[in-house]
C-alpha cells in the first residue's frame, strides 16, 4: 500500500479546502463542524522540472510524476479520545496515515471557530492531547506485557524503563514525535504505532493579507515548529484553491499580482513527500520520462522493484548518471566520454536525481 499523509486539524481550520486544491477534487469544504466524515483519498503529483528537461533531451513526448497520496481527514475535536464529535473514528484514520500535515487555523473571517477564538498553538496542543490520550491506551497493554517479560528476562529493564518514560510524556501531554529520533523512547512509539509519533508538518492556513508577510498568528506556529526542531509552512489555502480553477498563464499572472513567488501546494507537497521518508530517481527512454518514488536508503535492487518485481528479481547491475551531469551533457555519449556513466551493484545505495536503467536477466 502507498505511504499517505493525513491532513489533520480541528474543525473548520480550512483542511478540506486546502485537500480540495492540492487535488483538483470536489470533497465538501464548509464553514461547519463534521463536514468531511469519511476520509477522502487523493494522489497528488510531485512537482519535478526534471523531468522536463529529460524529456526534451531524449526526445519523450511522455512524462509521468512520482506521487503523494493525500487523505483529508475529519477534523478532530476536544474529548475526540473520548469518542467526541465521532473522534475514535476519526483517530482511527489517523492511525492508517504514515505522516501528519497539520492545518492551524490563521485567520479570522471564514466562520466559527471551534474553540472560540484564535489561537493556533492552543489548536495544536489540543490535537497534539487528544492524539497522545489515544496513545496511552495502546501503550498500556504493551507496558503490561512489557512488564510481564522483564520479570523473566532482567536484561529488558531499560526498554521498560524507556517505556515508562514515554506514558510520563503523553501524560503531560508532550508527543513521542518530540523524543530524539535514535531514542528507545521512539523506537517503541513507532512499534506501537503511536499517533503521536508520526512525522508531522505544521501549516499556517492564512489569509490573502498575510500571503508574503505572514502576521502573529503564522508566526506562534513557526516558532512552535522550532522549539520542537520540526516544520511548518504558511499557505493560503483559500487563494491556492482559486489558483487551480485558472489556467497556468491566468494563474501565473494571479501569483505576479499578489507577490507569491512559488505554489504553496508543491511545497505542501514537497515537504509531505520528505515527511515520508521517500526520495526520487529517474528513467528516460523515447516512450517515457518518469519519475520513481524509492525509500530514502534503498539499495538499486529495491529501486528496481519499483518498475517491475522481474527486474528485481533477475537484477544485475545499475547504469547510472547523476541528473546534473545528464542536464549538462545532454547525451549519454558524451556522458560516456567523461567517465560519468557508473555501473553499480546490488549494494548500491540509491540517490537522490540517480537517472537509472536496469539490467537484468529473467
Same mark, same amino acid.
Given at each position: 500500500?502507498?505511504?499517505?499523509?493525513?491532513?489533520?486539524?480541528?474543525?473548520?481550520?480550512?483542511?478540506?479546502?486546502?485537500?480540495?486544491?492540492?487535488? /483538483?477534487?470536489?470533497?465538501?469544504? &464548509?464553514?461547519?463542524?463534521?463536514?468531511?466524515?469519511?476520509?477522502?483519498?487523493?494522489?497528488?503529483?510531485?512537482?519535478?522540472?526534471?523531468?522536463?528537461?529529460?524529456?526534451?533531451?531524449?526526445?519523450?513526448?511522455?512524462?509521468?510524476?512520482?506521487?503523494? =497520496?493525500?487523505?483529508?481527514?475529519?477534523?478532530?475535536?476536544?474529548?475526540?479520545?473520548?469518542?467526541?464529535?465521532?473522534?475514535? &473514528?476519526?483517530?482511527?484514520?489517523?492511525?492508517?496515515?504514515?505522516?501528519?500535515?497539520?492545518?492551524? /487555523?490563521?485567520?479570522?473571517?471564514?466562520?466559527?471557530?471551534?474553540?472560540?477564538?484564535?489561537?493556533?498553538?492552543?489548536? &495544536?496542543?489540543?490535537?497534539?492531547?487528544?492524539?497522545?490520550?489515544?496513545?496511552?491506551?495502546?501503550?498500556?497493554?504493551?507496558?503490561?506485557?512489557?512488564?510481564?517479560?522483564?520479570?523473566?528476562?532482567?536484561?529488558?529493564?531499560?526498554?521498560?524503563?524507556?517505556?515508562? =518514560?514515554?506514558?510520563?510524556?503523553?501524560?503531560?501531554?508532550?508527543?513521542?514525535?518530540?523524543?530524539?529520533?535514535?531514542?528507545?523512547?521512539?523506537?517503541?512509539?513507532?512499534?506501537?504505532?503511536?499517533?503521536?509519533?508520526?512525522?508531522?508538518?505544521?501549516?499556517?492556513?492564512?489569509?490573502?493579507?498575510?500571503?508574503?508577510?505572514?502576521?502573529?498568528?503564522?508566526?506562534?506556529?513557526?516558532?512552535?515548529?522550532?522549539?520542537?526542531?520540526?516544520?511548518?509552512?504558511?499557505?493560503?489555502?483559500?487563494?491556492?484553491?482559486?489558483?487551480?480553477?485558472?489556467?497556468?498563464?491566468?494563474?501565473?499572472?494571479? =501569483?505576479?499580482?499578489?507577490?507569491?513567488?512559488?505554489?504553496?501546494?508543491?511545497?505542501?507537497?514537497?515537504?509531505?513527500?520528505?515527511?515520508?521518508?521517500?526520495?526520487?530517481?529517474?528513467?528516460?527512454?523515447?516512450?517515457?520520462? /518518469?519519475?520513481?518514488?524509492?525509500?530514502?536508503?534503498?539499495?538499486?535492487?529495491?529501486?528496481a522493484g519499483k518498475i517491475h518485481s522481474d527486474i528485481?528479481?533477475?537484477?544485475?547491475?545499475?547504469?547510472?548518471?547523476?541528473?546534473?551531469?545528464?542536464?549538462?551533457?545532454?547525451?549519454?555519449?558524451?556522458?560516456?566520454?567523461?567517465?560519468?556513466?557508473?555501473?553499480?551493484?546490488?549494494?548500491?545505495?540509491?540517490?537522490?536525481?540517480?537517472?537509472?536503467?536496469?539490467?537484468?536477466?529473467?
Amino acid at each position: 500500500m502507498a505511504l499517505s499523509c493525513g491532513i489533520v486539524g480541528l474543525p473548520n481550520v480550512g483542511k478540506s479546502t486546502i485537500f480540495n486544491a492540492l487535488t /483538483r477534487s470536489t470533497a465538501l469544504a &464548509a464553514n461547519y463542524a463534521y463536514a468531511t466524515i469519511e476520509p477522502n483519498v487523493g494522489e497528488v503529483q510531485l512537482p519535478d522540472f526534471r523531468l522536463r528537461v529529460l524529456a526534451e533531451i531524449v526526445h519523450s513526448t511522455k512524462i509521468v510524476h512520482a506521487t503523494t =497520496r493525500f487523505v483529508d481527514i475529519a477534523g478532530l475535536p476536544q474529548g475526540a479520545s473520548t469518542g467526541a464529535g465521532l473522534g475514535n &473514528a476519526f483517530l482511527s484514520h489517523i492511525r492508517e496515515s504514515d505522516a501528519l500535515a497539520m492545518v492551524l /487555523r490563521c485567520y479570522e473571517d471564514g466562520g466559527e471557530h471551534a474553540e472560540g477564538g484564535l489561537d493556533p498553538v492552543r489548536d &495544536a496542543e489540543i490535537v497534539d492531547i487528544e492524539m497522545a490520550l489515544a496513545d496511552l491506551a495502546s501503550l498500556s497493554k504493551r507496558i503490561e506485557r512489557l512488564g510481564r517479560e522483564a520479570r523473566v528476562n532482567p536484561k529488558l529493564a531499560p526498554r521498560v524503563e524507556a517505556a515508562d =518514560r514515554l506514558r510520563a510524556a503523553l501524560e503531560s501531554g508532550r508527543p513521542a514525535r518530540r523524543f530524539a529520533a535514535e531514542s528507545e523512547e521512539l523506537a517503541l512509539a513507532r512499534e506501537a504505532f503511536l499517533l503521536t509519533a508520526k512525522p508531522l508538518l505544521y501549516v499556517a492556513n492564512i489569509d490573502e493579507a498575510q500571503i508574503g508577510a505572514p502576521g502573529p498568528s503564522a508566526q506562534a506556529v513557526f516558532a512552535l515548529a522550532q522549539r520542537e526542531e520540526s516544520r511548518a509552512i504558511a499557505i493560503c489555502g483559500k487563494v491556492e484553491a482559486e489558483l487551480v480553477g485558472l489556467s497556468e498563464d491566468d494563474a501565473a499572472t494571479f =501569483r505576479t499580482e499578489l507577490g507569491i513567488d512559488s505554489s504553496g501546494l508543491d511545497l505542501l507537497v514537497l515537504n509531505a513527500y520528505d515527511l515520508l521518508g521517500l526520495m526520487t530517481f529517474l528513467t528516460a527512454g523515447e516512450k517515457e520520462v /518518469r519519475a520513481w518514488p524509492v525509500a530514502r536508503g534503498a539499495k538499486a535492487p529495491q529501486a528496481a522493484g519499483k518498475i517491475h518485481s522481474d527486474i528485481e528479481r533477475g537484477f544485475i547491475r545499475a547504469e547510472i548518471v547523476a541528473y546534473d551531469d545528464y542536464a549538462r551533457l545532454r547525451s549519454m555519449e558524451a556522458l560516456k566520454a567523461a567517465g560519468l556513466v557508473r555501473l553499480e551493484g546490488k549494494d548500491y545505495v540509491m540517490r537522490e536525481g540517480d537517472v537509472v536503467n536496469f539490467r537484468f536477466n529473467v
